[in-house]
C-alpha cells in the first residue's frame, strides 16, 4: 500500500505538567495544570503529516496497555495508517513534560518503553511500506540501528529522506549520506557541531558543515528565530509565520517536521515546503499540547494566504 508519507518512531504517552519552573533536587513545587495525550516525535509528526493532507503511515511498537491504546486512538482519530506491533511484556513508553507559565518553554524526559526496542528487523518487516512511500522521516527515539537501517531501504528505493536527529546523540557517520534533507533544532545542531548558534551566521555555517558530512540539504529550526535551509549553494532564512501568541512550544518541531513532508510529498517546492511547515508549527505553538495542536491543511492553507 503507498503512503505519501512514512514515519518510523516512537509513541509515548505525555504527561504534561504546568509551572513557573522547574523544581530543584529535593524541592516540591505545586503546578498549576496537567495533561495527558499522545506523544512521541515519530507520532506527533506521523499525525501532524495527515493532519495537513498527507496519506501517511507510522512504523512503531507499542504495549497492550492503556497507554497503547490512546495511541490507537490518536492514530484512527487524525487517520493515520499503522504498521504497529502490540508488546504484552514492555509497556508503552511515556514523556513527562515540564511547560513554563513564564515562558511556554518547555523541558522533557522520554521513555520510550516498547519502541526502545524496535530492531532492524522490525524495519525490515516493514520494508514495503518504506519502499512505497514518496518521503520517508525517522529520528532516534528509537534504537540508531533501527533508523539506519530504515533509511538505507528508503534511499534503495529512491524515497526522499527526512532526518531529525533528535534527542542529540551520537550516531554513525554513515546516517548523513543517507538523508535527503537532516533537520536538527539549534540545540541538537550545536551539538552535532561543536559550537553555539548565535547568529544566522553560524546557523548556515553549521549546515554547510553537515552538507559537507554528507547530508544533501540542512534544515536547522531555531524556534522564534525561524527556519535556515541550506542545499549546499545558498541559505535561506525563513522568518517565523505567527498566528498568535506562543502558549506551548512542546510540539514546534514536530509540526514543522510533518507539515514539511506532508508539502514535500505533495509536490511543493522546497522553499514552499518549509514556509508550509513553519505555518503548522506557527500555529500548534498557539495550543496547549503536541498531538492534539496539529493543525488541517485547511488552517495552514489560510495561514499562509493571509501572510503571502
Known amino acids: 500500500m503507498e503512503s505519501d508519507v512514512v514515519i518510523l518512531g516512537v509513541f509515548v504517552a505525555d504527561t504534561a505538567y504546568l509551572a513557573p519552573q522547574l523544581p530543584v533536587i529535593g524541592q516540591t513545587l505545586l503546578g498549576s495544570g496537567f495533561a495527558l495525550g499522545p506523544g512521541g516525535k515519530g507520532s506527533n509528526q506521523a499525525v501532524a503529516a495527515a493532519m495537513a493532507g498527507a496519506k501517511t503511515t507510522f512504523i512503531s511498537k507499542i504495549g497492550r496497555d492503556a497507554f497503547g491504546e490512546i495511541a490507537l486512538r490518536t492514530y484512527e482519530k487524525a487517520g493515520v495508517c499503522t504498521r504497529i506491533?502490540?508488546?504484552?511484556?514492555?509497556?508503552?513508553?511515556?514523556a513527562f513534560i515540564y511547560v513554563s507559565t513564564e515562558t511556554g518553554d518547555n523541558a522533557i524526559i522520554v521513555y520510550p518503553g516498547a519502541a526502545g526496542t524496535i530492531s532492524r528487523e522490525d524495519v525490515e518487516d516493514a520494508r514495503d511500506a518504506i519502499e512505497n512511500a514518496r518521503v520517508?522521516?525517522?529520528?532516534?527515539?528509537?534504537?540508531?540501528?533501527?533508523?539506519?537501517?530504515?533509511?538505507?531501504?528508503?534511499?534503495?528505493?529512491?524515497?526522499?529522506?527526512?532526518?531529525?536527529?533528535?534527542?542529540?546523540?551520537?550516531f554513525p557517520d554513515v546516517i548523513y549520506s543517507l538523508c535527503d534533507y537532516i533537520v536538527p533544532n539549534e540545540t541538537e545542531a550545536a551539538a552535532l557541531v561543536g559550537f553555539e548558534l548565535l547568529s544566522i551566521d553560524a546557523v548556515q555555517r553549521a549546515g554547510d558543515i553537515l552538507i559537507g558530512r554528507g547530508a544533501k540539504s540542512a534544515l536547522i529550526t531555531l524556534g522564534d528565530r525561524g527556519v535556515v535551509f541550506n542545499d549546499g549553494e545558498s541559505s535561506t532564512h525563513i522568518p517565523v509565520i505567527s498566528n498568535g501568541p506562543a502558549v506551548d512550544t512542546t510540539g514546534a518541531g514536530d509540526a514543522f517536521l510533518g507539515g514539511f513532508a506532508a508539502a514535500l510529498a505533495g509536490g511543493m517546492k522546497e522553499i514552499q515546503a518549509v514556509r508550509f511547515g513553519c505555518a503548522a508549527a506557527g500555529i500548534a505553538v498557539t495550543r496547549r499540547g503536541t498531538a492534539g495542536a496539529m493543525p488541517k491543511r485547511s488552517e495552514i492553507c489560510e495561514?499562509?494566504?493571509?501572510?503571502?
Do not use: H, S, Y
Request: glycine content about 6%.
Open 85 to 94: 506491533v502490540q508488546m504484552d511484556d514492555v509497556p508503552t513508553g511515556a
Open 303 to 308: 495561514l499562509l494566504a493571509k501572510v503571502t
Open 136 to 170: 520517508f522521516v525517522t529520528q532516534l527515539e528509537q534504537p540508531v540501528e533501527a533508523a539506519e537501517t530504515a533509511l538505507r531501504i528508503a534511499r534503495g528505493a529512491g524515497v526522499v529522506t527526512i532526518f531529525n536527529p533528535a534527542p542529540a546523540e551520537i
